[in-house]
């Protein structure tokens, strides 16, 4: 299996004074949209790549925008209308690969758009396995788990120790919150029915393998908050709306080491993920010139390493890894921070990246039904 400071809101443009600029004979765009998921994690990019890069290109104009959970729609949406306004598109790695498979992003050669690493090696063996896509360029490993409040009366002094407590409420009685899509959701919902790690993709990839986790899911659909932003789940859990819920590693991180507040992390069958950059196709020259020249500095050995100095997520380079250090305001050590710490990586689950970008339509809109029944 192979292996996703203050906010600026969703249109805040960071940057103005447009001109045009030169690279290796093509004129680049003086503006640029790049769109990624918000919260920590969008702030992360911010500081390491974002304004360094204008630092660099004072007079580009950069607009954020936070609709990388829907990428996929708008993109398609988009096309249709003839009328692309993304020039930078953070994904994980199986909406990346169907924006590719639908000719929706730019094919890219990794070894003669993007930089070398730091250590010699040429992108594609530096990036490895996690190049799953001809048009994706991988950028962080992550994990999606399960925060919990640490000060629940209710518990009587038990604290959540497996991912199977999402579904025990006589146990760990109160509010989950869970994504708003059948990713994620429908693995946890097998593995705790009994279905061994290795069969879970076989099994849900029969109608009644689906049904048998929509059952489990049932069980606890009431007492469910469903989220669709990876801001939500660790704003919820701060203001005691939840006791438990799941979310990206890194957004954890930033509620329990950056925000203090009494939550902890429940590591056990974490899942594993890539997320990374994708290039619309059909832009313009220009734009797809300042498109490419961001992403060839944004994924530079050091870049990358400089991202995990503000959220908890492992560099896709491997040239990058040792240059992992301390986080930048709070001074700590992030690498036994990281989902692929050893410590932390004990019972991990794997996610199919390929097996979802088959089935994820279908399964979007029989999750869907399920919801609204």
Avoid at 101 to 106: I, K, P, Q, S, V
Wanted: with cysteine; aromatic share 10%.
């Amino acid at each position: 299996m192979k292996f996703k400071a203050t906010l600026l809101m969703s249109g805040a443009v960071l940057a103005a004074a447009p001109v045009f600029a030169e690279s290796h004979g093509m004129k680049m765009a003086d503006s640029m949209t790049i769109v990624s998921w918000g919260g920590a994690y969008q702030n992360s990019q911010i500081k390491a790549y974002v304004e360094p890069y204008q630092a660099e290109n004072p007079n580009v104009k950069v607009i954020t925008d936070e609709s990388s959970n829907e990428a996929v729609a708008k993109l398609r949406a988009m096309n249709e209308a003839g009328n692309v306004t993304w020039d930078v598109v953070d994904v994980v790695a199986s909406d990346a690969i169907r924006l590719c498979d639908e000719g929706l992003a730019m094919e890219i050669d990794a070894d003669k758009v993007l930089a070398k690493g730091d250590d010699g090696s040429t992108p594609s063996e530096d990036f490895g396995d996690l190049l799953v896509s001809d048009c994706f360029i991988p950028q962080i490993v992550y994990s999606t788990t399960v925060g919990y409040r640490t000060d629940v009366a209710d518990w009587k002094g038990e604290t959540p120790k497996d991912i199977c407590a999402l579904f025990d409420l006589k146990k760990f009685p109160g509010q989950r919150s869970l994504e708003k899509r059948p990713i994620n959701n429908m693995e946890w919902a097998l593995l705790c029915d009994g279905v061994a790690k290795d069969e879970v993709y076989d099994v849900l990839e029969t109608p009644e393998g689906q049904d048998r986790a929509f059952k489990k899911l049932d069980t606890i659909k009431d007492s469910v908050v469903w989220w669709s932003a990876g801001a939500d789940t660790p704003q919820l859990l701060a203001d005691g709306e939840v006791v438990m819920g799941s979310t990206y590693n890194g957004r954890l991180f930033s509620v329990i080491e950056e925000q203090k507040q009494p939550v902890a992390m429940l590591w056990d069958a974490q899942v594993f993920d890539i997320d990374g950059w994708i290039i619309p196709a059909g832009l313009p020259e220009d734009r797809k010139a300042r498109a490419l020249d961001f992403v060839k500095f944004a994924t530079t050995t050091q870049k990358l390493a400089d991202q995990a100095k503000y959220i908890s997520y492992g560099p896709a380079r491997k040239s990058s890894a040792p240059l992992v250090g301390k986080h930048a305001e709070l001074g700590i050590e992030m690498a036994p921070h990281m989902p692929t710490d050893p410590a932390n990586a004990t019972n991990t689950f794997l996610y199919n990246y390929e097996w979802w970008a088959d089935y994820r339509d279908d399964l979007d809109a029989k999750f869907q039904a399920w919801l609204a029944k």
